[in-house]
């Protein structure tokens, strides 16, 4: 959800009686609550996390391109969201997959659309054989997913493989859609 940029309130001249008063009162006092609990909850954010049992539960999940089943013993991860900016943390362990194709993260909020890729983060790799310097996390843009690529300098990138095992610690910033 956006912060508006626009607030509608109730007009008197809609309530032109004396005993329409207390009304207009009323519908004034509720459209003010509602745009301040709109305010707060854009400016304060929402936290989805691992721990949580409830709707705002986010468990980072892995997949691949030719989808299969990972066997973690670590899924840890934090979500914020303030207004249509996401933060994501995730902590991943995993010890097997009958995954396979290209390596993806799960998101809990969509991406925004966007020509290229303009959504980087990072992604320290532990015990995950690759080719290439590094690895970074690309948020796919109007897709629910992260994109784990390989980097060499002087190289293009490629898409990590899938796999067998492995630690991924990741964080990234992505813009989301608003009203999600």
């Given at each position: 959800m956006?912060?508006?940029t626009t607030i509608i309130l109730p007009l008197s001249e809609d309530y032109k009686s004396e005993e329409n008063l207390e009304k207009y009162n009323r519908d004034l006092v509720f459209e003010l609550q509602g745009m301040y609990e709109n305010l707060t909850d854009n400016i304060n954010g929402f936290i989805r996390n691992s721990t949580e049992?409830?709707?705002a539960q986010w468990l980072p999940t892995l997949n691949g391109t030719v989808a299969g089943i990972f066997t973690y013993t670590q899924q840890v991860g934090w979500?914020?969201?303030q207004g249509i900016y996401t933060e994501i943390f995730a902590d991943i362990t995993w010890t097997a997959t009958t995954a396979a194709g290209n390596l993806y993260l799960e998101l809990p909020y969509?991406?925004?659309?966007s020509n290229g890729m303009p959504f980087v983060g990072t992604v320290q790799a532990s015990?995950?054989?690759y080719l290439g310097n590094?690895?970074?996390?690309?948020?796919i843009p109007n897709t629910y997913r992260f994109e784990i690529y390989s980097v060499t300098p002087a190289e293009a990138t490629?898409?990590?493989a899938v796999p067998a095992s492995g630690r991924l610690i990741i964080?990234?910033?992505f813009i989301g859609l608003e009203d999600e």
């Open positions: 956006t912060l508006p049992v409830d709707q979500s914020i969201r969509i991406v925004t659309i015990n995950v054989t590094y690895l970074v996390i690309n948020a490629a898409n990590l964080h990234s910033r």
